[in-house]
């Protein structure tokens, strides 16, 4: 009878290790896909920006998507060293003197104050979303270009104007 009852517990041996190995496996793996820290944006509650993360692409500027821990947010890069942060819900710009630019019908403002990490700001959409991007790792048309579709999903309601776009009074006194 004593060797049946080592038998039988022996049997279950591997199977009753089975689980705690598969648990602590999962953790070690979970561990490596950490997500990004990051803070919401004022806005982040926004219903628009429900939309715009659900229409954000797994690859942008060919770096692949990174979990982050904040609502309405975004990040492309690697583990670690994310190249481009995108937050929707940011306070909306108003009229500026940075430069303005326009890629695939979407107003970006661009601020180079950090450089060589970029901020670009959406003008004339409500909410805004803002995305930064590290000039060093990737092109900052490029991120913007992929990124069209999802912001796009916030309509215009205005564009830049650049000094050209402005018809002043013909009774106003020349410069």
């Known amino acids: 009878?004593?060797?049946r009852f080592r038998?039988?517990?022996?049997?279950l041996r591997p199977a009753a290790l089975a689980?705690?190995?598969l648990f602590v496996g999962a953790l070690l793996l979970s561990g490596c896909a950490a997500a990004v820290p990051m803070q919401p944006a004022p806005d982040a509650t926004n219903a628009k920006c429900a939309d715009v993360v659900v229409h954000l692409p797994i690859s942008?500027?060919?770096k692949a998507e990174l979990e982050t821990n904040a609502q309405a947010t975004g990040a492309w890069g690697e583990p670690g060293a994310s190249a481009i942060?995108?937050?929707c819900g940011v306070d909306v710009p108003g009229p500026t003197t940075l430069p303005c630019v326009s890629i695939n019908g979407v107003d970006w403002i661009e601020d180079d104050a950090d450089a060589p990490l970029y901020r670009f700001t959406t003008y004339g959409r409500e909410p805004a979303v803002e995305v930064v991007v590290d000039s060093k790792a990737v092109a900052g048309s490029t991120v913007l270009a992929d990124l069209t579709n999802?912001?796009?999903?916030?309509?215009a309601t205005g564009a830049c104007l650049g000094a050209d776009d402005v018809t002043l009074p013909s009774d106003a006194p020349t410069p």
Do not use: E, F, Q, Y
């Open 7 to 11: 038998a039988r517990h022996a049997a």
């Open 19 to 21: 689980a705690p190995v």
């Open 150 to 155: 999802a912001v796009s999903v916030i309509p």
């Open 60 to 62: 942008v500027a060919d």
């Open 85 to 87: 942060l995108l937050h």
């Open 1 to 3: 009878m004593t060797l």
